[in-house]
């Protein structure tokens, strides 16, 4: 079985900026590159990718690595129903609500994020794990 996963910007930054966990970040995108997990972000994950790029690269090299991520990323989006769950829900931060319930809407079966507050949030419906943890499953 392919574990479908969802990156959660944490991740991404940490590869393309080279923070800490990077080694752990490279080597989960290795895993969505070489087909071993079906890797997903969201538009606003990308959104915020794009702005750290740029920031740190200029326009022209953050351009190419967001087009290098999307061949090995699939972008899922929010809809109506997904961002009234979010707002109802007793989850704090709006954006790691969305994240949840579009996950769980799209039948992920991980959120893949170094945000311990967010790995808190994790339930029977979906698991928030870190890059590490994903790792020690393969």
């Known amino acids: 079985m392919v574990f479908k996963i969802f ?19 490279e080597k989960v995108l290795l895993l969505a590159k ?3 997990v079906e ?5 606003s994950i990308l959104q915020t990718t794009s702005f750290y ?13 967001l087009l290098e991520l999307l061949l090995i990323v699939n972008i899922i989006e929010s809809d109506e129903e997904i961002i009234l769950h979010a707002l109802n829900s007793s989850i704090n931060d709006m954006e790691d609500a969305l994240h949840f ?8 079966n991980f959120i893949i994020s ?3 507050n967010f790995q808190k949030l994790s339930s029977t419906n979906l698991e928030i794990i870190s890059a590490k943890k994903l790792l020690e499953l393969f």
């Open 7 to 25: 990156l959660d910007i944490n991740v991404l930054l940490d590869f393309f900026l080279k923070r800490d966990d990077f080694d752990y970040a």
């Open 34 to 36: 070489d087909e071993k």
């Open 39 to 43: 890797a997903f972000i969201s538009i």
């Open 53 to 65: 790029l740029e920031k740190s690269y200029g326009n022209k090299v953050a351009k190419e690595l």
């Open 101 to 108: 319930y579009t996950t769980v809407k799209h039948k992920l």
């Open 114 to 116: 170094s945000n311990h």
